[in-house]
């Protein structure tokens, strides 16, 4: 497949390639619409910068100065949470552009391997989120400074984490000081290392605060390979199948993906959300709770402020290859109620 160039960018984005190329080389006068229009196509496209080296028309004082950094995604997390991605990636490329970097974004979704030109000699970092481990990158890639903006399989990489084990019990408070005795955590992902903390941290914490709490994941044969929808109507589904007595009055999703699926699913099953279960679901990703009624309780992860921090630590571990401690700094979370 051919790679997409800026004129494929420019032509999606409807704007000229001039407005790109300003874009790509972090040089002024583009408005934020604009700017906004090309970013969003350049992620549609997969679309990344080729390195100052490869790119006509630069001098060599700039291509000393300016360096780059590649924000890769992977397992769909672009796909199923652009608005949460897009985020983090905005607070990372506002602090890289202080310090003279460029930070691309690519989703790696359809990629069986790294493409080669993610190599030390065109990168100077790497942002990674995702599930998947280092082992997910070539030899080569795994000479170039990295961090994890995710909870994965690997712990050898600096990472900026989201407060997992906070979210859980945060929730469980939450729905403790609104009376409920009876809730559950829904879960359709068990793969997923940062909704498995954040749903554990639930049922501990609700426990240790007197509350009957269940743990919910579709179990019925055939599903391992069902949509998330599917999944979910299952787990909703063995909730409605309990005694009125037994039934939790709360719910608990580890994301705000589920808790749309969870919407959806309770309406057609005949259930009512906010009359027969309350939701507290985590990430504030508006793009899955605007069309809720009533809206969720969402728990936020400070995106911007994380994708911020993560190029920060990023430089430090750039700018002193051989430190050899592994840094992790956590995030709080907050409770967002409408």
Known sequence: MKSPTMTDVAERAGVSHATVSRIVNGRPGVSATAEAKVRAAMAELQYLAPPSSQRPGRN???????RYVAFLTFDRSFAEHSSFVASVYEGARRAAMEKDFVVSLLSLDGYDSVPDWIHPRNLDGLLLHGLRSRGHLTRTAEEIPSLWLTTHGDGSEDSVLPGNEQVGAIAARYLSEKRHQRVAAVGIEPDNPSYRVRMESFVSTARGLGMKVRSVAP????????????KMEAAIG?????PRKERPTALFLPSDYMTAQAHFACRKLGASPGKDFAFVS????????EGLFPRPVTIDLGTEARGRLAFQMLLSRIEDPTRD???????DPVLVER
């Open 238 to 242: 063995k909730i409605l199948s309990l």
């Open 60 to 66: 060599a004082r700039t291509k000393r100065l300016r």
């Open 219 to 230: 179990t019925k044969r055939g599903l391992e390979r069902a949509a998330g929808p599917e």
């Open 325 to 331: 401690r592994r840094a992790t700094l956590l995030l």
């Open 282 to 289: 985590c990430d504030n990703e508006s793009a899955y709770l």
